[in-house]
Antibody, heavy 123, light 108 residues
Framework: EVQLVESGGGLVQPGRSLRLSCAAS????????MHWVRQAPGKGLEWVSG????????GYADSVKGRFTISRDNAKNSLYLQMNSLRAEDTALYYC????????????????WGQGTLVTVSS | QSVLTQPPSASGTPGQRVTISCSGS????????VYWYQQLPGTAPKLLIY???QRPSGVPDRFSGSKSGTSASLAISGLRSEDEADYYC?????????FGGGTKLTVL
């Protein structure tokens, strides 16, 4: 059974940093692209970032480009999101999602999702 | 303001067929696949349709997707109370994944 478990969320002040992690199990992690998708309270879904199976291709939403960095460690079956210079508008539930394709830009859709980790940016 | 446009709400009665539209442009829906996700209250999203009209294993054939030009639709036939959820369309737009604002489906 595919499992994606996010961690690392919490309350952080504007301008500070936070690192999210996603522990994957139940599938061959390095066969698939992975993504971060967020959902602000009471709002819709927003793609944040995606990374291909070998980290060879990476993409970011314009809203986080230059502030967030996605990475993965295939040996540890883990996905990460380093978030710097956080803003109030980054407050959201952050989901880790598994693609059905190896390359993030040739996505076949997000077949599996974690339960999310909540990030709250407030002073 | 979402890149893809969906009606904020839709409704139907049990057994009815409902459709949810998703409108985009030539740079997203017009030239890339469309995906649909279902989000039940308090849960993570679930992939319903991928590559315009393909259903992942386990998704009932009551759900179907279609695309024409720069628009797409999700159809749900034989509506059930458990279909009450938020539905999101998505597409790629120049290496960025864009979502619609979501449609809240109410089963009356």
């Amino acid at each position: 059974e595919v499992q994606l478990v996010e961690s690392g969320g919490g309350l952080v002040q504007p301008g500070r940093s936070l690192r999210l992690s996603c522990a994957a199990s139940g599938f061959t992690f390095d066969d698939y692209a992975m993504h971060w998708v967020r959902q602000a309270p009471g709002k819709g879904l927003e793609w944040v970032s995606g990374i291909s199976w070998n980290s060879g291709s990476i993409g970011y939403a314009d809203s986080v480009k230059g502030r967030f960095t996605i990475s993965r460690d295939n040996a540890k079956n883990s996905l990460y999101l380093q978030m710097n210079s956080l803003r109030a508008e980054d407050t959201a539930l952050y989901y880790c999602a598994k693609d059905m394709s190896p390359d993030y830009y040739d996505s076949s859709g997000y077949q599996n999702w974690g339960q999310g980790t909540l990030v709250t940016v407030s002073s | 303001q979402s890149v893809l446009t969906q009606p904020p709400s839709a409704s139907g009665t049990p057994g009815q067929r409902v459709t949810i539209s998703c409108s985009g442009s030539s740079s997203n829906i017009g030239s890339n696949y469309v995906y649909w996700y279902q989000q039940l209250p308090g849960t993570a999203p679930k992939l319903l349709i991928y590559r315009n009209n393909q259903r992942p294993s386990g998704v009932p054939d009551r759900f179907s997707g279609s695309k024409s030009g720069t628009s797409a639709s999700l159809a749900i036939s034989g509506l059930r109370s458990e279909d009450e959820a938020d539905y999101y369309c998505a597409a790629w737009d120049d290496s960025l994944n864009v979502f619609g604002g979501g449609t809240k489906l109410t089963v009356l």
